[in-house]
């Protein structure tokens, strides 16, 4: 049972939770009990569909207890193992609100109750926990909006006062950014140690093993071409924003200015995409004509293609010297200084 106050991302994180459920093996049916709200329904189905998770909804009806109660018999027929309920919120906490919530918990008995809070609002995140655990006796807290550092303060002062873990974090907009909260990997990204854990479960949920091993043996044949470079792109792409695993690497945020906008990337995609399979496997093809085509193709602009193949040619070098020297790796690390890494164009 989804429980906060609106506007804290409760039908979205209800999704996410959904999704990651789904990945460990269950069989999830998203609940719409918020019956108040103008297109709260039809955000959680809309939610429901772009993950292709099933969304139990009774329109006609404002009666939470007895929506919950028919989505129970339903999820017990069609075989779903997990029910998460999106309960109604408001803008503040009030008692019809919460005598709602209490007759829900009462009738339906949930396993569990999680506090959806917004780790933005600071004290007022720390407020709304406390009284809502003195209300519902709440069994964790899902923080959202958890992808600055600066806001880790939330995190140790609602665990202070509700006595209650912190079970998941929401880490950013794609339904597949939440994760299980780990406190000692949070500790480590405030104090700028970074999270590696974390991005090596990323990469381990997001990457295919086997394209990964078939990607290795062709790199051992041939160059690296475009093709290649977008799957791998595809693959990181998986993990989350780049800007978001940028903060979980040691050392990183001690860079001043590294700033990575995800929306190069689609660019970079869009680039791609608008290539003949000759022009991906050989760039020495896109004279001044076909690099037009492109950007046009691609809605960018020459100069765009221009600072993308300059930059892709170099990776390839780089790539080749990891293959033809041994230590390869280590001599160009080295030679990389923090004003490389300021100026270097993805």
Known sequence: MMVGLQGSGKTTTSGKLANLLRKQGKNPLLVACDVYRPAAIKQLQVVGKELNIPVFANETSKDVVHIAKQAVSTAISKLNDVIILDTAGRLHIDEELMEELKNLKASIKPHEILLVVDSMTGQDAVNVAEKFNEALGIDGVV???????????????????????????????????????????????????????????????????????????QFKKKELDLDDYLAQLRQVKKMGSFS???????????????????????????II?????????????????RRQRIARGSGTTVQD?????????????????????????????????ENALKNFKF
């Open 273 to 289: 995409c608008s290539m003949t399979k000759k022009e991906k496997r050989d760039t020495r093809l896109l004279n001044a004509s």
């Open 143 to 217: 923080l959202t909006k958890l992808d600055g550092d600066t806001r880790g303060g939330a995190a140790l002062s609602v665990k202070k006062v509700t006595n209650r873990p912190i079970k998941f974090a929401a880490t950013g907009e794609k339904l597949s950014d939440i994760e299980v909260f780990h406190p000692e990997r949070m500790a480590g990204r405030i104090l700028g140690m970074g999270d590696i854990l974390s991005v090596i479960e990323k990469a381990e949920e997001a990457f295919d093993l086997e394209e990964a091993e078939k990607l290795e043996k």
């Open 305 to 337: 293609i221009n600072k993308f193949i300059k930059s892709f040619e170099m990776t390839q070098k780089m790539m080749k010297q990891m293959k033809n020297n041994k230590g390869g790796m280590k001599k160009m690390l080295n030679g990389i200084d």
């Open 244 to 270: 978001s695993l940028l903060k979980m690497i040691p050392g990183m945020n001690q860079i001043k200015d590294l700033k990575v906008d995800d929306k190069e990337f689609e660019k970079i995609e869009a």
